[in-house]
């Protein structure tokens, strides 16, 4: 029997569709195992064909994506529905991603900044987008935009997650197998990546090394062959789960967090916030504040990609 | 609200405090206040912690959301923590928190690192009251329902009258 | 990329020329994976599958049914070869890290750029063969040649590109040219004075803005000379350009005017041309810099110690001209941010697009033919499945409803895509 998937994006860039096709020559492989019956990006199936599905008819679901608006809640509670899995796929579905740093600002903020106030904006009537409106006699409609952005599970149940922005494509290729092959783990499991931190698979040497500044990437020019967070960068490795084959640490550049906490972890930039302390040299308040003061941009840099599934979620209004 | 309003309000709030008591020095200075008698506000509800070291990050923001208006912490004096560096950590994880707390909307203030001893009885209640005081003048923080207020509208369906009318 | 320009300009870091060369090289890969999925996966299906296939049909996988799995192979061989060219070089396929203000943090590798040399040939005859599929399947079958020269696919516009030094078509670096209806230049910008140029009119309708050229005003949803609308993406690049850098999409460029017998062409569906011509120059530009000695330089960055403000970067995104503009802190914290990116420029395009098909596609006397809603989003498709990226992230799809209406104005049918 051939699996039956849907895919779908929410609030998404896009990237993880496309890591799915970069699962190259696999992806015939892909179809051979699998029927795709919804994939907005690439197929032309629409949200009525998938209203006509009877329950449990799909195998798994692949959501990538953050919750924006309300057609991302519609939509994942109806595809809940016709999955017998639902897997988060992704950063922005698993813990808010990059759209979750909106959490810093109200709507308000956001659609007054963007059709407003934005440089190239000419609105002089100070038009907004609106759910309904009128025109010729015709009611339009839009989804409405929210106010707070939220991770999949915030809004359905989950079965499974695929960590990274975006996910590594192979690993999408070996879920897939795992659900056809009947292996799934246990309900709630991260499929497609370690189960240890990042600096476990870091090629890096580490010592104890204490640091007494902070850099940001383009501040200094780092070695290739020790600890990044050790020469100063802050590197989310120690708060990251492995999986990526630590990509952006081959290239020279700190982890920002994309695969997101380890099993067990509540909030990964807490955790990111506890390592770093315990790198920071000194003892005296006042020494320990001179380090603290080169960390520019401190809840967001430790909540790059985990803002939205952070314990407040969003900034207090 | 109305500046009586505000007094009424500061009056009669009693803030909830979570304390967060190393074992070796504060947990007992705060029994050797108890039983000495010492007199200071009864807000903070103490958690018994092995060290200040051991105070999690998330202890303190799972304390907040859900309905602490502060978080007392409370180690060794340097140089006395039992584990040799717990207190040193607690510092540093305290003053990197105190920064991002502002971020998101709360006031560090809310947050208050103290070095109290086991033979400290008083100065633990001195620290209470003045904590309790603090945060007093701060108001609630209503984390939580703050958070459930910005998402009261984040829902998929609601009727209402068309807000435009165009044509183009 | 525009980002990264944009942040350079931020620090008024001015970049290696190693480093830009790298940015172009990952650059001209992320094209040509970007243009190979939009055609293989996006249009071609509508062509060679046939418009009126069911939608089960009608995609990457209909497709390599129909062109034989041989061919079908090779594209995603090409495509993955041009992914691993971007991950070579930056790190990353998608969302490359490499980028930082000042430069890149890594040269390439002697080794990767040997590699990369081996992928040369493939690569290029890759962009051919889009163009001889595009000859074979599309413009040797009549119904298909019919529907791209016909009107039902046409609209006057202004046309937006990045061109080089003598106008040609760039996607990296160069200056924003606008030509008119007719094709003459009517507006020329640099990155920074983007914001006199083109404005955005906002509809209450949509979370998509609108943007036109300034300097001629919002006239609403206008088409013709004198219109203020102007489309960005493949077409209209070609139409903005003098020509291109490399002989080969030189070459392809002067057949494709000459078929349609002159320049500005408004014919909707060489927007899938000119992606396959722009694929084939993106291959050959590509050729050109990993044989440039200069691509190997160990000095990729700059560590900038001006104290950051505020800049602009323009390259052009697949979809149409990108312009990112960021306004930081002394910290170089970013305090403002404004993108127009590639499919927001032809929003008022698309909208006109879809409405002037809708149209033609459905006959005089309200029949209906059963592909009429595919040949409606066709139209879309021509531009852009990325409509989430250019509302900046908000609906992430496009909800299509045409009511059809008598004389009377009484609604007879109602078909939607939801
Ligand atoms: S996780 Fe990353 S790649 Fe995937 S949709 Fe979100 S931003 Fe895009
Ligand atoms: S902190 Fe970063 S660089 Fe250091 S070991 Fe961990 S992952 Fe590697
Ligand atoms: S190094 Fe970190 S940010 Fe980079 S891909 Fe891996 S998990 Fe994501
Ligand atoms: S034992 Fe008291 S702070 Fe460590």
Redesign the pocket.
């Known amino acids: 029997m051939k699996l039956k998937i849907g895919i779908y994006w929410g609030a998404a860039c896009g990237g993880c569709d496309v890591a799915i096709l970069d699962t190259h020559e696999k992806i015939l492989e892909i179809a051979e195992a699998a029927d795709i019956f919804f994939w907005p990006i690439a197929m032309d199936f629409k949200y009525d064909d998938v209203r006509a599905m009877p329950d449990g008819h799909l195998d798994a679901v692949f959501y990538s994506g953050a919750i924006r608006n309300s057609e991302n809640e519609e939509i994942a509670l109806l595809l809940r529905g016709k999955a017998k899995a639902m897997i988060a796929l992704g950063a922005c579905a698993h813990i808010g991603g990059i759209p979750g740093l909106s959490n810093m600002f109200t709507r308000e903020d956001t659609l007054r900044r963007a059709y407003i106030e934005s440089e190239s904006t000419d609105n002089p009537g100070g038009v907004l987008p609106s759910e309904r409106t009128v025109n010729d006699g015709n009611e339009l409609e839009l989804p409405r935009f929210y106010n707070t952005v939220k991770t999949l599970s915030q809004v359905v149940d989950v079965d499974y997650t695929i960590p990274g922005c975006p996910p590594a494509s192979m690993q999408i290729y070996s879920a897939i197998g795992l659900i056809a092959d009947g292996m799934l783990p246990k309900k709630g499991s991260v499929i497609g990546a370690g189960d240890r931190?990042?600096?476990d698979e870091?090629a890096?040497t580490?010592s104890e090394k204490k640091i007494t500044k902070i850099y940001r990437t383009h501040e200094k020019l780092p070695d290739f062959e020790t600890?990044?967070?050790?020469q100063g960068f802050i590197?989310?490795?120690?708060a990251?789960r492995s999986g990526c084959g630590?990509r952006c640490?081959k290239s020279g550049v700190?982890?920002r967090g994309c695969y997101g906490p380890l099993d067990g972890i509540t909030d990964q930039g807490l955790k990111m916030l506890s390592a770093l302390a315990s790198v920071i040299d000194g003892k005296e308040e006042q020494e320990i504040n001179a380090t603290l003061d080169t960390v520019a941009a401190p809840l967001t840099t430790l909540h790059r990609f985990s803002l939205a599934s952070s314990i407040p979620r969003r900034k207090k209004v | 609200m109305t500046d009586e309003g505000e007094r009424e309000r500061i009056m009669t709030f009693e803030p909830r405090i979570v304390g967060f008591l190393c074992n070796w020095c504060t947990y007992t200075g705060a029994d050797l206040a108890g039983t000495a008698r010492v007199k200071y506000s009864p807000n903070v509800r103490s958690i018994r912690v092995m060290c200040s070291g051991r105070v999690d990050p998330v202890f303190i923001l799972t304390a907040l959301a859900e309905g602490a208006d502060g978080v007392l912490i409370g180690g060794c004096h340097p140089g006395d923590c039992h584990y040799q560096e717990g207190n040193y950590k607690a510092l540093r994880r305290h003053l990197l928190l105190r920064r991002i707390l502002p971020e998101y909307g709360i006031e560090p203030e809310r947050v208050r690192l103290e070095w109290v001893s086991a033979s400290e009885g008083e100065r633990f209640g001195r620290v209470v009251d003045e904590f309790t005081e603090q945060i007093r003048a701060l108001g609630p923080l209503k984390l939580e329902e703050s958070i459930l207020e910005s998402m009261k509208n984040d829902v998929m369906h609601e009727s209402g009258t068309p807000t435009h009318t165009t044509g183009v | 990329m525009a980002s990264g320009k944009a942040v350079d300009a931020v620090y008024k870091a001015k970049i290696p020329a190693a480093a830009s060369k790298l940015r172009e090289l990952y650059y001209m890969a992320h094209f040509m994976h970007s243009h190979a999925a939009h055609f293989y996966a996006l249009a071609a299906p509508d062509f060679v599958v046939g418009p009126d296939a069911p939608p089960a049909e009608r995609n990457i996988l209909g497709l390599i049914g129909k062109v034989g799995l041989d061919l079908g192979r090779e594209v995603i061989r090409q495509r993955e070869i041009t992914q691993l060219v971007q991950q070579m070089v930056g790190g990353r396929a998608t969302h490359p890290v490499w980028n930082l203000p000042g430069g890149v943090s890594r040269a390439l590798s002697s080794e990767n750029l040997e590699t990369i040399k081996g992928f040369v040939p493939g690569l290029v005859a890759f962009g051919e063969l889009g163009l001889k599929l595009f000859d074979d399947l599309v413009l040797a079958n009549k119904a298909y040649l019919d529907l791209i020269l016909g009107d039902g696919y046409e609209l006057v516009t202004n046309y937006m590109g990045l061109v080089d030094d003598r106008d040609r078509v760039t996607f990296y670096d160069g200056t924003v040219r606008v030509v008119d209806s007719e094709g003459v230049e009517i507006d020329r910008y640099g990155e920074s004075e983007y914001a006199e140029h083109v404005a955005e009119h906002v509809e209450p309708y949509s979370y998509l803005k609108f943007p036109y050229l300034k300097k001629l005003g919002w006239q609403g949803f206008k088409e013709g000379k004198g219109t203020s609308l102007y489309q960005a993406a493949p077409l209209a690049r070609l139409n903005a350009a003098s020509g291109m850098a490399t002989p080969k999409a030189q070459a392809a460029y002067e057949k494709m005017y000459a078929t349609f017998g002159g320049k500005p062409v408004h014919k909707l569906m060489a927007h899938h041309w000119a992606r396959l011509i722009e694929l084939l120059y993106a291959a050959e530009r590509l050729a050109e810099l990993v044989a440039d000695p200069e691509i190997l330089d160990p000095n990729v960055r700059v560590i900038p110690s001006a104290t950051p403000s505020e800049g602009v970067g323009i390259i052009e995104a697949p979809r149409g001209t990108l312009t990112h503009h960021y306004a930081t802190d002394e910290r170089g914290i970013v305090t403002k941010a404004n993108l127009i990116v590639g499919t927001t420029n032809n929003n008022a395009p698309i909208s006109m697009a879809v409405k002037k098909a809708a149209q033609k596609f459905i006959g005089a006397g309200g029949e209906v033919a059963e592909g009429l809603l595919n040949r409606v989003e066709m139209a879309f498709r021509i531009f852009d499945p990325c409509f989430s990226c250019a509302t900046h992230s908000l609906p992430g799809h496009m909800p299509l409803i045409i009511e059809l209406k008598n004389g009377a104005g009484e609604t007879i049918r109602t078909i939607s895509r939801s």
Do not use: M, Q
Not at chain 1, 235 to 238: R, Y
């Open positions: 931190a990042l600096c870091c890096r580490k600890c990044l967070l050790e590197c989310l490795g120690p990251t630590s640490i700190p982890c």
